[in-house]
């Protein structure tokens, strides 16, 4: 069965927006409120990373999606801190920015320029810029005194109704089957609600660039599960470009 990325990204935002409500509920809220600049910005963000990203992986696979997404983020995350905040990137952002860029070249076109999947590319680099504009965004949110749990809440709530329709593009019968179902709760729960709520507990604590770098996490593991799961071949210039932006990102979160 054909099942559409950008339902699955939808039904993702909806649960994943509901259980933060319920988040929310139990814990102290704050008297702040989240400023309707960064709850739309991040909102934005967190549409663009769910259409972008599922995307690429469909296009890409996981290990080459998830890793140039990621990948990509702290440099585009150091540029979008710039534009929004004014932050002047470090001479090391520049450097990491460049050893990262070669792994995510390497790791694309590790089977070749002729299997070069251009499309899956441009839309992990989205998904890449997507995340930063929702990390940039809520860090600011989180600094003002906004609760981490009101501010996930408000801004997936949001999310996931602009997304709405995306939940009806192709063949919706597969989010009735037990499988389905069983899917959407588990990508609403886990990767989504319970896993922003422990990134915005540390992004409160950190810059909104070294964030970006630690998540790096997430991309590794998907590797190594894209290659011993779900059995995707990576050769020995893709793994040479996985270690290329480890290096990059490593370096990067040191300064």
């Keep these: 069965m054909d099942i559409s990325p950008l339902a699955v990204g939808s039904g993702r935002l909806i649960i994943g927006a509901m259980l933060l409500y319920l988040f929310h509920r139990c814990a102290t809220d704050s008297s702040a409120r989240i400023a309707s600049r960064?709850?739309?910005?991040?909102?934005?963000?967190?549409?663009?990373?769910?259409?972008?990203?599922?995307?690429?992986?469909?296009?890409?696979?996981v290990a080459i999606g998830t890793v140039t997404a990621l990948g990509s983020a702290p440099a585009l995350t150091g540029v979008v801190a710039y534009l929004i905040n004014r932050e002047k990137p470090t001479k090391r952002w520049f450097f990491a920015t460049v050893v990262t860029s070669v792994g995510i070249i390497l790791l694309s076109t590790s089977k070749g320029l002729t299997d070069f999947n251009i499309r899956g590319f441009l839309?992990?680099?989205?998904?890449?810029?997507?995340?930063?504009?929702?990390?940039?965004?809520?860090?600011?949110?989180?600094?003002?005194?906004?609760?981490?749990?009101?501010?996930?809440f408000r801004i997936f709530a949001l999310g996931a109704i602009i997304s709405t329709p995306l939940l009806f593009v192709g063949n919706i019968h597969?989010?009735?089957?037990?499988?389905?179902?069983?899917m959407i709760f588990w990508l609403g729960l886990i990767p989504t609600a319970v896993a922003y709520i422990a990134y915005a507990y540390g992004l409160a604590k950190v810059r909104a660039s070294t964030a970006s770098t630690l998540i790096l996490a997430e991309p590794a593991t998907a590797t190594l599960l894209a290659a011993i799961v779900l059995g995707e071949a990576i050769n020995a210039r893709g793994w040479s470009g996985i270690v290329v932006v480890i290096i990059g990102l490593i370096y990067l979160s040191l300064g």
Excluded at 174 to 182: R, Y
Aim: charged share 10%.
């Design 123 to 152: 839309l992990a680099i989205g998904a890449g810029a997507s995340y930063s504009i929702f990390a940039v965004a809520s860090k600011r949110a989180l600094s003002d005194g906004v609760s981490i749990t009101d501010a996930m």
């Design 174 to 182: 597969w989010l009735i089957t037990p499988k389905g179902l069983l």
């Design 38 to 61: 960064d709850l739309w910005l991040s909102a934005i963000g967190v549409v663009l990373y769910q259409i972008t990203f599922f995307s690429a992986v469909k296009s890409t696979g």
